[in-house]
């Protein structure tokens, strides 16, 4: 049997090799490629991780038991009257277990979506919106651009001259006196309103 001897242990030759210092029991960079690029870039004058994170797209997520609902997805609205606005054909009260379990969590107006789990459990996903009421609006999409010289309504991809109160009142509510309001209609007068800033 041959016993072969080193000079130096092996953990101690591969951190040498890979640029880091065991003084303390710990390793530690000695070189600029020892840390994972991004993490400490500040502290060489360099970018660190950065991004803008995205927006929330949920405000509430939920689970629930609701066996009369036909399809795989259900979407719909629950206004602050509890009325619920369904896209989708279901059956009378279907919708109810949905729209109690998120309400846990969730007060109306929200829009829901619902995605079926198994035969009759459900994940729901509710996110708070603003409805307002635009009586004669007519239209399904509507965007309106609020200025400081004027405004501009497109509803359904076509400019209109309409004179729409609710939403610049939401416009100017959300965004000043400039803002961009989009809306979608939720049924009725009834629409969803999401107002930014330009």
């Known amino acids: 049997m041959r016993v072969f001897g080193r000079r130096q242990p092996l953990h101690q ?12 029991g710990s390793a530690r960079a000695s070189g600029p490629s020892a840390a994972p690029p991004g993490w400490d870039g500040e502290q060489r004058g360099e970018p660190g991780i950065h991004g803008v994170p ?3 797209r949920w405000d509430a997520v939920v689970t629930a038991d609701a066996p009369g609902l036909h399809g795989n997805t259900v979407h719909f609205v629950a206004l602050k009257d509890g009325t619920l606005v369904v896209e989708e054909d279901q059956p009378d009260d279907a919708l109810t277990p949905l729209a109690d379990a998120i309400e846990t ?9 619902a995605v079926r789990r198994d035969e009759s459990l459900w994940g729901v996903a509710g996110r708070r919106i603003t409805v ?10 509507a965007e309106l651009v609020l200025t400081s010289s004027g405004w501009a309504l497109t509803v359904d991809g076509h400019h209109r001259l309409a004179h729409v109160p609710a939403l610049e009142a939401a416009g100017r509510a ?4 400039e803002a961009v309001v989009r809306a979608s209609r939720i049924a ?6 999401e107002t930014a800033p330009l």
């Not at 969590?105 to 979506?113: K, T």
């Not at 307002?132 to 239209?139: A, F, H, M, T």
Request: hydrophobic share 35%; proline share 9%; no cysteine.
């Open 174 to 177: 959300g965004g000043g006196s």
């Open 188 to 193: 009725d007068d009834l629409w969803d309103v």
């Open 105 to 113: 969590r969730l007060e109306p107006p929200y829009r829901a979506e």
């Open 54 to 56: 995205r927006p929330r």
């Open 132 to 141: 307002v009421s635009e009586p004669g609006l007519v239209g399904e999409e």
């Open 13 to 24: 030759a591969l951190a040498d090799a890979a640029g880091l210092s065991l003084g303390d």
